[in-house]
């Protein structure tokens, strides 16, 4: 599992001594509610009828022996003797003290642990198959793939202001013990006709008011393009999600929005097989203009002069990062 460096170490500490300083002045009513509000959600912290709630990640499920002595710890001294694990591993203690929350940050932070990006709307944690690394169906080991996927999505600029909340999920196994098709993203490791690494995408999953399950946007992307993949799509989704809509917020209604073809020529390709060496293109799939279309989004809005090829396509989302 991933350890934190002495550089990870101080930005945890920096982050606590802001919130710690956030949280008095709102106690001391420098701040209003209005005020604290965005500041607490970026720290995981929600006020909820009875006492506040504390989220805390839980990368990918993984945990050391110290890290859960941390949480004991805190269950012990702040809460009431337990936490809850979450349905996408994290943790939540539900009967803090709002003035002793940023000491918890500070004894998490000791241990590799924090709450960002465990609320609000942006890329959350990214979680993984419960059994990754120990079955012998999975393609290949997941949890490093989820690492970079992590260290990509902690803190980044571009992505931090959503339209909602983004879910991502990553399996190897063909049993999806991870659920990637109710997550906006679902990442499944296959291999390519050479036997290379890749994933099949899925989009715009989701549970809650109006349940999706995620459709395949791409059967076959070589592991080497996923962050730029994953950008892309971000993308799309950040320009053209439902801020004025909560309940039409999600990836799914930017998809209803953009269309099936529309979130698919975003991608530079269609659905179905799309083995090393092929177009993806199937009979019905996006058209050239409609690629091109997507792709005038993805550049901020700026028209692409004539309609692309799909390997067109997908290098002109690598020069638009």
Not at 30 to 58: F, K
Not at 93 to 114: D, R
Not at 173 to 191: F, K, N, W
Request: hydrophobic share 35%; net charge positive; proline share 7%.
């Amino acid at each position: 599992m991933y350890q934190y460096s002495e550089w990870d170490q101080a930005l945890l500490r920096e982050r606590v001594e802001q919130f710690r300083d956030q949280t008095r002045r709102f106690l001391s009513g420098q701040l209003s509610e209005e005020a604290y509000r965005p500041l607490r959600l970026m720290n995981g912290l929600y006020i909820q009828r009875h006492a506040p709630m504390l989220r805390v990640a839980i990368p990918y499920g993984l945990l050391s022996s110290t890290q859960l002595r941390g949480l004991a710890r805190v269950a012990r001294d702040h809460d009431r003797g337990f936490g809850h694990f979450t349905t996408r591993q994290n943790i939540q203690f539900n009967w803090l003290e709002l003035e002793q929350v940023p000491e918890v940050l500070a004894s998490l932070a000791e241990v590799g642990l924090h709450a960002i990006q465990t609320s609000g709307n942006c890329i959350r944690n990214v979680t993984c198959d419960p059994l990754a690394g120990l079955t012998p169906e999975e393609v290949d080991n997941p949890l490093p793939w989820c690492e970079v996927v992590r260290q990509w999505a902690t803190l980044h600029p571009e992505f931090s202001y959503l339209p909602r909340k983004f879910k991502i999920a990553v399996t190897a196994s063909l049993q999806d013990r991870a659920a990637t098709r109710i997550h906006d993203v679902g990442l499944q490791l296959v291999r390519g006709a050479s036997g290379e690494p890749g994933f099949r995408i899925s989009v715009g999953g989701g549970l809650g008011r109006d349940p999706h399950l995620a459709r395949t946007l791409r059967a076959w992307l070589p592991a080497d393009d996923l962050l730029d993949y994953l950008t892309a799509i971000l993308r799309v989704y950040n320009l053209h999600g439902r801020r004025d809509n909560l309940y039409k917020a999600r990836s799914q209604g930017a998809g209803e929005q953009c269309g099936s073809s529309g979130l698919q020529g975003a991608g530079g390709i269609g659905v179905g097989p799309h083995p090393p060496g092929t177009t993806g293109v199937r009979p019905g799939g996006p058209s050239p203009d409609q690629r091109t279309v997507c792709h005038a989004r993805l550049q901020g809005g700026r028209p692409i002069p004539a309609p692309c090829s799909t390997s067109q396509c997908e290098q002109r989302i690598r020069d638009s990062l």
